[in-house]
């Protein structure tokens, strides 16, 4: 199963690991770490977005957080994704 | 239920705790009556040797019986072995049902959750940290914790809402008769001072040293007058974990950048003037508070009266520059701050009661100009909360918050506004601990956010050119901004936290976490 990854565990940042999930699997996003008990929503919504918005359909997304603001969070999820699929597009 | 002067919904009776009085204001409160008192005891010329031979015979020999009330003081901190041992033996002896009144624990005494388990303590009125903490935030002890400031439990003990069983008191010098101090020894901690009350009030007072010295030993701190029973050990501590090295001002540009603002707001203030008294504690930030003053103080040559509280290396070095007049210590938190007092009659060793407890004929939090704390949350009323943390949880004491807020004329939250994600600034804090009503200004790395009822304070700083004020209403939209919107913490309607005000007044309650 092919994996990427993006970000670090350093404070105000996460460490997001996106694996290929089967074609209609959807996407399924995990969240731990320091924020995850109040801003679980708001990161999954930033995550699902930016999925969204990469046309990505079937993903598995863990992010390990570390307090990230949306704005890092949203950056890690693209560059992970695009570490993923890279040569593809 | 009903509601209590900031709106918190607090119920007329709480199991394990009992009725309740509502917080009606700061200073809305106040006593009649009669001070408590302690047992009488009598001690004829038959008795000139209060020793007795280990932990045990000393336990036994003080008659602590299962149901009764223990209490501790804090300052050997996390080098502290006396909890662990006394409670240990209780255990060993069968003695169960104990209240434990700790001035407050720290990570060393996570030990104490084997005994919390198997029903050894079922009652703590104190500081819940780390461990303890969360194990009591997720309904792990059947009564809930009480928490009092640093003044608050000295009047709960006067005024008799406590009653102290035993006191165990770890002493880093004593002689046979029971004579104290924490000055000297393999284990000094500098000021005894949280452990005053208890020795004065206990029905039994027991000494516990690893220095024991020719009588009379000297100097005193705590005297034979209150001692019933000395203990030698092997050690009371590690010394490592009793004081720090030096404590250091922080590095990191944001908070140098907030303890900037927050000194430029004090050479604003009315109170930035010879003899005027400070607090700032231990904490990164007041450090560097500290030394940006002490620059603002030389530069425009005034002399500061005393500085108060938890005593360390820095305040110390203003003592010996002449910046200060005088330290009135409780606690001393570092190697310099424990030589000091020990040397130096200018700097005073004074008990918890003296520093801080609201009913009695004046405590020193109410000669203090001024105050810098710090929060784990502020909310637009300006309402401070440091029990809890973002996820709920009950993870730290009260200390003086309550108290210096109260008696300084200008008091200082100082903080980032975020940390992590988590911001300092809400609309509502989660619990409360120190009502906004004596909270005068937040500093955050966007400036200066001053309590619209400090008029006074604001036109201060209006005139001085290039002071950055900053709005409540902006700090907390900034705060939303930045963070994003927070889902609720889960909670169950089990009331595990009663924090109370200093004159014993529900402020608010903390309820138990909804198991994930």
């Not at chain 1, 694996?19 to 109040?38: L, M, T």
């Not at chain 1, 997304?61 to 950056?75: E, K, P, T, W, Y």
């Not at chain 2, 936290?497 to 200093?502: A, I």
Request: net charge neutral.
């Amino acid at each position: 199963m092919n994996t990427a990854q993006a970000g670090t565990l350093e404070s105000m940042d996460c460490l997001v690991t996106v694996s290929e999930a089967a074609q209609g699997a959807g996407v399924k996003i995990q969240i731990a770490g320091s924020s995850a008990a109040r801003f679980k929503s708001a990161m999954e919504k930033k995550a699902a977005e930016v999925i969204a918005s990469m046309g990505v359909k079937d993903i598995d997304i863990s992010i390990q957080d570390n307090g990230a603001l949306d704005i890092v969070l949203g950056a890690r999820v693209e560059a992970a994704v695009k570490r993923l699929i890279g040569g593809e597009r | 239920m009903a509601k209590n002067a900031l709106g918190r919904e607090i119920p007329e009776f709480i199991e394990g705790y009992g009725k309740t009085k509502l917080f009606q204001g700061a200073f809305a409160l106040k006593p009649e009556g009669y001070r408590a008192g302690g047992k009488i005891r009598c001690v004829n010329n038959t008795c000139t040797d209060k020793r007795v031979s280990g932990i045990k015979a000393a336990i036994a020999a003080s008659g602590l019986k299962s149901g009764m009330t223990v209490s501790f003081h804090h300052h050997l901190r996390n080098g502290d072995f006396v909890v662990n041992m006394v409670i240990d033996a209780c255990a060993e002896m069968g003695i169960k049902n104990l209240t434990l009144f700790p001035t407050a624990l720290f990570g060393v005494h996570k030990k104490l959750i084997e005994h919390i388990k198997s029903g050894v303590i079922t009652r703590i009125m104190g500081s819940v940290n780390g461990p303890i903490g969360q194990l009591v935030s997720e309904g792990g002890m059947d009564v809930p914790v009480v928490l009092r400031s640093h003044g608050g439990r000295p009047r709960a003990v006067a005024s008799g809402d406590v009653h102290i069983d035993v006191a165990f008191i770890a002493a880093p010098t004593a002689d046979k008769y029971g004579n104290i101090c924490g000055t000297q020894g393999k284990s000094a901690c500098g000021s005894l001072g949280y452990a005053f009350t208890d020795a004065q009030f206990a029905d039994c007072v027991v000494a516990v040293t690893d220095n024991l010295q020719p009588y009379p030993a000297a100097p005193v701190s705590i005297s034979q007058l209150n001692v019933d029973i000395v203990v030698e050990v092997p050690s009371i501590g590690d010394p490592a974990g009793i004081v720090s090295g030096t404590t250091k001002v922080t590095r990191d540009p944001l908070r140098l950048l907030i303890a900037k603002y927050a000194s430029e707001l004090i050479e604003a203030s009315p109170y930035f003037k010879e003899g005027i008294s400070f607090q700032t504690g231990a904490g990164g930030i007041p450090l560097a508070v500290t030394a940006f003053m002490k620059e603002a103080m030389i530069k425009r040559g005034i002399k500061g009266s005393f500085g108060l509280g938890g005593i360390t290396g820095y305040f110390v070095e203003l003592l010996k520059e002449g910046l200060v007049e005088r330290l009135m210590d409780v606690q001393s938190f570092d190697l310099e701050a424990v030589r000091s007092i020990g040397e130096n009659p200018k700097h005073i060793e004074i008990s918890a009661d003296w520093y801080a407890n609201p009913w009695n004929s004046g405590a020193a939090v109410n000669m203090l100009d001024v105050v810098i704390l710090g929060a784990t949350e502020v909310d637009v009323n300006f309402n401070a909360n440091v029990n809890t943390e973002a996820e709920g949880a009950l993870l730290h004491g009260t200390g003086g918050h309550q108290d210096t807020a109260a008696g300084a004329k200008l008091t200082i939250i100082a903080q980032p506004l975020l940390r992590g994600r988590i911001p300092c600034v809400t609309d509502n804090v989660y619990s409360v601990t120190t009502p906004g009503e004596v909270v005068d200004a937040i500093i955050t790395e966007y400036g200066i956010t001053i309590n619209p009822k400090r008029k006074d304070l604001l036109d201060a700083c209006s005139a001085v050119k290039g002071l950055p004020l900053v709005s409540m209403d902006e700090l907390v939209s900034r705060a939303h901004k930045m963070s994003g919107p927070t889902d609720p913490v889960a909670t169950e309607d089990r009331i595990i936290g009663v924090v109370e005000w200093r004159d014993g007044t529900v402020i608010d309650v903390v309820h138990q976490l909804k198991k994930k």
